[in-house]
């Protein structure tokens, strides 16, 4: 996920800047990144360069949504509020603790769209037993994936 890091976090921020959007990034914990990057810096890509390293050591996708769900969902989530996940689906948590989280932002309204760096939909267990939960997967493996997915952006 390292290697891709980086392009999904510039794809991030253009959305923070355009659309308003709110933005998370998590590794082993879940933390707002949303004021980064809404500046218009010469370091702003230095610091997301800084914000992605470590990306390859080990995720907590689960317990992250948990966390976004506990502490940001119930401000910022409303019915058919979309929530974006960028990540190869290799999570450390327990398998059966991501669709547990994703569901609790179904519950919310939320439609969940999973962005993935390959052209496969991510082969992880945890990924696959949360497949009910994710409304669509959309592959960002090739600059014709990034143009095709902006399609599912409305």
């Known amino acids: 996920m390292e290697s891709h890091a980086a392009l999904f ?21 879940l933390a707002e990144v949303t004021p980064l990057m809404q500046r ?7 610091k997301i360069n800084a914000v992605s390293a470590g990306f390859g050591a080990g995720t907590r996708i689960a317990s992250s949504l948990q966390d976004f769900a506990r ?10 509020a979309r929530v974006w996940v ?4 290799f999570d450390t948590d327990a ?3 991501l669709a547990d989280a994703l569901q609790a ?12 760096p390959t052209r496969r939909v991510p082969a ?31």
């Open 9 to 29: 976090l510039r794809i991030a921020r253009a959305f923070a800047l355009e659309a308003q959007a709110r933005v998370f990034v998590f590794h082993t914990r």
């Open 40 to 46: 218009d810096s010469a370091t702003v890509q230095e």
């Open 71 to 80: 502490v940001h969902a119930r401000a910022q989530l409303r019915r058919g």
């Open 86 to 89: 960028m990540s190869d689906g």
């Open 95 to 97: 398998p059966e603790q």
């Open 105 to 116: 932002l179904r519950a919310r309204g939320a439609r969940i769209t999973w962005f993935h």
């Open 124 to 154: 992880a267990f945890a990924v696959q037993n949360a497949r009910e939960h994710i409304h669509r997967f959309v592959p960002l493996a090739s600059l014709a994936d990034l143009a095709a997915a902006r399609l599912f952006l409305h």
